[in-house]
């Protein structure tokens, strides 16, 4: 099963032109800074200009205080608060300088005068300011684009990925009858819940959904629920009422999580009763987040039970699930910027974050 390609929704930019995921920070500083830079300076390259500043802390001494650095990398450590002009006078933004190696008389840096006039120190720290307090909102932007941005063939990301996950359930259902782990009635009642996932919402199916269908979330105690991004139960029953896990009402059942695959069950409650024990495993209980307490159990201070919920969905719920996910990574990136400025990292610590803790394999496996 293939979902309808649909017309390109907007062209792609650089930092949304490559599969690889997350977007690619420098680029998305490289694509905003030109864009804010052009009016100001429509000769400068944001991809070849340099920054010049001066170490205000730092006397004078044949230039030693005086520092060049990339652009762009100058624009994120700003971002981060790594670079700020508290300790650092702005010289100019230019473009790259011919600089033959100091003579041996002066120890001065013979420098060929640009062709191109520098931007003057006023207008670099308003244009540095502007990159700066829009840079989060953009790049937060690009992870979801990047999802809903057509690619070369006409068809979103976010129906591949949907349609891509259709065929890799109904595979793995294929794979666990021959093991004997799963029925073909298991096979028909997870087709018939993707059948919607499937369907373009024009022609009037993708919110006919024959079985019930299951986010799953989690509460520690008193603590915000926290969900188990990527997963889903399906009921044969079909229920508009909020479901009773201590209520035993025999019924295929379907859990499919990230981590552990499709898994069959009897009921909700046999369900439920296998995530309560789950759970109580620390690896386990570390998928739901920092919010659920992953210390170790002891007499005195036992593991809190969790209480796993069940909200209906609708429909597309593939897509939904898949729009969670990215509403969780633009949160973690947040996350991820105010960690980064509370410890003024530099801008390559900075990137090697935000790959390791958005990397697909944490949310889109």
Not at 52 to 77: A, M, Q
Request: aromatic fraction near 8%; proline fraction near 8%; glycine fraction near 6%.
């Amino acid at each position: 099963m293939t979902l309808p390609r649909t017309a390109p929704t907007q062209a792609l930019n650089a930092s949304l032109a490559s599969d690889t995921y997350p977007p690619d920070f420098s680029k998305t500083t490289q694509e905003l800074a030109r864009t804010l830079l052009h009016p100001l300076k429509p000769e400068l390259d944001v991809e070849t200009t340099w920054l010049t500043y001066r170490d205000s802390e730092v006397e004078f001494d044949h230039g030693s205080n005086i520092h060049r650095v990339p652009l762009i990398p100058g624009l994120i450590e700003y971002f981060t608060g790594h670079l700020q002009w508290i300790d650092n006078d702005v010289v100019a933004l230019h473009p790259p300088l011919d600089t033959p190696s100091p003579t041996p008389d002066t120890q001065q840096p013979d420098v060929k005068p640009p062709a191109i006039q520098p931007l003057g120190r006023a207008a670099t720290v308003t244009f540095f300011t502007e990159v700066s307090e829009q840079l989060e909102q953009c790049y937060t932007q690009n992870l979801a684009d990047y999802w809903s941005t057509a690619t070369l063939d006409g068809e979103t990301r976010s129906s591949r990925f949907v349609a891509e996950q259709i065929e890799c359930l109904t595979s793995e259902c294929a794979v666990l009858i021959a093991l004997g782990k799963m029925t073909t009635g298991h096979y028909s009642l997870l087709s018939a819940a993707l059948g919607p996932c499937a369907t373009n919402a024009t022609e009037g199916f993708a919110d006919l959904q024959p079985h019930s269908v299951y986010s799953l979330s989690a509460r520690d105690g008193d603590g915000p629920s926290l969900s188990l991004y990527g997963a889903f139960a399906i009921a044969r029953r079909l229920r508009d009422a909020p479901v009773q896990p201590d209520l035993e009402e025999l019924e295929d059942v379907l859990l499919f999580t990230p981590h552990d695959g499709l898994e069959a069950f009897a009921s909700l409650q046999q369900l439920n009763d296998a995530l309560v024990q789950r759970v109580t495993e620390p690896e386990y209980r570390g998928r739901l987040g920092d919010g659920v307490t992953a210390g170790q159990a002891s007499p005195t201070n036992p593991t809190p039970v969790l209480q796993w919920q069940y909200p209906l969905m609708d429909g597309n719920f593939l897509s939904l699930l898949l729009a969670r996910q990215v509403v969780a990574q633009q949160s973690v990136f947040a996350q991820t910027v105010q960690l980064a400025r509370s410890q003024k990292m530099d801008a390559v610590c900075f990137e090697q974050m935000i790959a390791n803790l958005l990397k697909p394999g944490i949310y889109f496996d």
